[in-house]
């Protein structure tokens, strides 16, 4: 079997030290088996930046490579490039794209510099597997320098349509050093047919029929993975010490009361404005579950040195104000607004105890919440997931409530049909959900991945 070197942004943890997502568990298993790198932003800024010394930490068979970067390559390359401009523009956001050539040429210096860094940790038959939007330009950048190894990219995120990529200066380059990578993976079939139009319309490519393209002389393969968790650890968490305490604690707090979670990063893709003012459409709509049932949204913030994300926060603290005021009764209230992280164990407690998730981002990838939430749940009493169309989750979690998150009558419509549905309903959609997670599990994913790549 041939080493395993993975690209990201952000690198481990190795151990499961219970904040780890899904991605960095399914990554760990596969770098554990095969033997490999990891490599990576230390997460520090220096001085030095990405001269720095190369920090290695090994764990038997895994090694993790990690390299600062400097103060300007925070601004013009993570905060800039990768945060404020590609990240609104694949989530379909123009109106708050921020376009620079100084961020722009920043995101390209930082990914030669990473792939300078990366060159001497390299061996011939390494297969190197690079992620998301953080690198779109590595593999060229290694191309240049002779690597000559299978290399393979995942876009973590969606890729929108052609028409609304082109708007962003240069889009032509961006997406033609993807081409230097052997296999481009996607979320969805969606974000795969509109790469495949857009090579198709933006630069006379050809899809090949056989699951290749061919676009600027070069050939790629092109696929959709969608990302799962680790379904059946995730069940067992909620049943575990961690996730049991939390439920009870719930419970007890809850007193008989429905109670209806959301979990995300604070971020406009998700729409949990949104989501707010479907519930509080929920309690004008149906007066008669006031006091009943009340919203427990967890949402760490992130990325807070970008000034969109701070802008949400107010508005959700506003919010939230807002409709508590409008509602809450002396034992009772409506939204209950965490700004923190949970662990992952005591997070499985939260959506065991939850009669409904609310997973509605305006734009997402996959989303892991949708996952998480049907992965916890007890198999004999579960609970009902509502799920945006525009989640990658849907394409593949047809049995959960699909909602338009844009229209708050209808998610309130359909938070009342969750709490309305039968047993019998509610078990045989779970049992259909869960067994696909089971199959579609985060080793699959990273499986079908790596054996595409091989080929
Ligand atoms: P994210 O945008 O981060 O990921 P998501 O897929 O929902 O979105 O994953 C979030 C993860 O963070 C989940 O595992 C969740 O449990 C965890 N999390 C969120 N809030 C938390 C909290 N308060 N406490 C603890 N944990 C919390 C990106 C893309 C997604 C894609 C993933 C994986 O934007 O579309 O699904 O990558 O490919």
Redesign the pocket.
Known sequence: MKRLVVVSNRVGPLKDTG?A???AVALVDMLRERGGVWFGWSGEISDVGTFSELRRERSKTVELCTIDIDATDNAEFYAGYANRTLWPVL?YRLDIAEFSPVFEAGYRRVNERFAARLLPLLRSDDQIWVH?YHFFHLGAELRRMGVENRIGF?L???FPPPDMLSALPRHRDLVRSLLAYDLIGL?TDRDRRHFVDYLREEAGGVDLGDGRVEAWGRIARVAAFP?G?DTEGFHEFADGPEGRRERLRLERHLNGRRQIVG???I?Y??GIPHRFRAVERFFDDYPEHRGKVSLLQ???P?RSEVDAYAEIRRELEHLAGHINGRFADVDWTPIRF?T?????R??SGVYRASRMAL?T?LR?????????YVAAQDHQDPGVLLLSRF???AESMGEALIVNPYAADEVASAIKAALDMPLDERRARHHALYTRLVEGDAKHWANSFLSMLDR
């Open positions: 904040k997502g899904g991605l989530h998301d995942f973590h995120i969606p979320q990302i968790i979990v995300d990063r971020d893709s998700k967890v949402a760490p992130s965490i923190r992280g949970f662990p992952r005591a997070l997973v981002p997402d990838g996959m989303n892991l919440v949708a996952k998480e989640a990658g989750a």
